[in-house]
């Protein structure tokens, strides 16, 4: 039972890191029509509504203590990491922000450590961060073929990468509440969103409606365009329909609420260890769908950036032997 129990969250994992891989990709489309802030609020109204139509009821805690860790999700997983992330995507390659944000684990391991006891800071630990951070100093300094070293996305991308540990350090917390996955989730996106209202307002007061008529326009990744031809422009493409609803509907509703599952029943450490395997699917999309290509020092980047995460999981299974 224990073991089906584990494969079933191993299933929910490898199908969250699936989809969310194709997402830079996704996401680097979008950006060509909607600021990174449009594209955030967009994809987790459509997300928020549709785990209210999976679950039409309202969830109640016994302990109204216990919202914080809600709303810290909401503001570290969704509303700081996403819009970091966006932003990220919108200065540098998707293959470079994918590999950056794929050390998330080592941030999650220390947050678990420090706050929650648990034991994964090992020898194997730390070798393997030191593998993983070389990796991504490589992949950061050989930039993108086209635009060369982009610092700003890739500090961004880190940053967000910090963000989704504190988020897995909430998740472990909200998932001993023992609580309706779908629920739970929905209470995160509702954070969340209260949380990007601030980033709209400030956008409107200070940056207000943008001209779009001009070729060279560049969307800034704060805005909320209000011009009504560009907007019917753009809502009228299908393509940035299918893409919207792919990031709400598959890699929010869906990968939010399969990842929620996939810790409860792994653990939260090693379900976020999955994450390296996110470059890889992002590499392979961004090929075909961007033409995106990455350089010979950029490949010896992504390869010891994944092989110092995997260096890293060796003090899991070997404690999982242990016990």
């Not at 999309?285 to 995106?292: P, R, S």
Request: proline fraction near 3%; aromatic fraction near 16%.
């Amino acid at each position: 039972m224990f073991k089906n129990h584990a494969f079933s969250g191993l299933v929910f994992a490898s199908l969250s890191v699936f989809l969310w891989g194709i997402t830079f990709v996704s996401t680097k489309y979008l950006l060509r029509s909607f600021s990174a802030y449009e594209i955030l609020i967009l994809r987790f109204l459509l997300a928020y509504a549709a785990l209210w139509i999976l679950r039409p009821k309202s969830l109640h805690l016994e302990d109204k203590k216990n919202e914080i860790y809600f709303a810290l999700a909401g503001f570290s997983g969704v509303t700081a990491y996403q819009f970091m992330e966006n932003m990220a995507i919108s200065y540098t390659s998707a293959s470079n922000v994918s590999i950056i944000v794929s050390i998330c684990p080592i941030f999650a391991a220390i947050f678990t450590q420090i706050f929650l006891k648990e034991k994964h800071l090992t020898i194997y630990f730390n070798i393997g961060f030191l593998l993983a951070i070389f990796g991504v100093a490589l992949v950061s300094f050989n930039g993108v073929v086209e635009f060369h070293l982009n610092p700003k996305g890739d500090f961004l991308a880190f940053l967000a990468s910090l963000c989704w540990g504190i988020y897995s350090l909430c998740v472990s917390k909200i998932n001993s509440l023992e609580l309706d996955f779908i629920q739970a989730t929905r209470r995160v996106f509702f954070w969340a969103l209260i949380f990007m209202i601030p980033i709209g307002l400030f956008s409107i007061m200070t940056l207000g409606t943008f001209p779009v008529s001009t070729p060279d326009f560049k969307i800034p990744g704060i805005s909320l365009l209000l011009d009504s031809e560009f907007n019917h422009f753009r809502f009228s493409n299908p393509l940035n329909w299918l893409n919207l609803c792919f990031l709400g509907l598959g890699a929010s509703a869906f990968c939010f609420v399969a990842w929620n599952i996939a810790c409860e029943r792994l653990g939260t450490v090693r379900a976020t260890v999955g994450i390296y395997l996110i470059p890889v699917v992002t590499i392979v999309f961004a090929f075909f769908a961007l033409g995106e290509k990455i350089s010979f020092m950029g490949a010896v980047g992504a390869v010891l950036t994944i092989s110092g995460l995997f260096v890293s999981e060796i003090k899991l299974k070997e404690n999982q032997a242990r016990s």
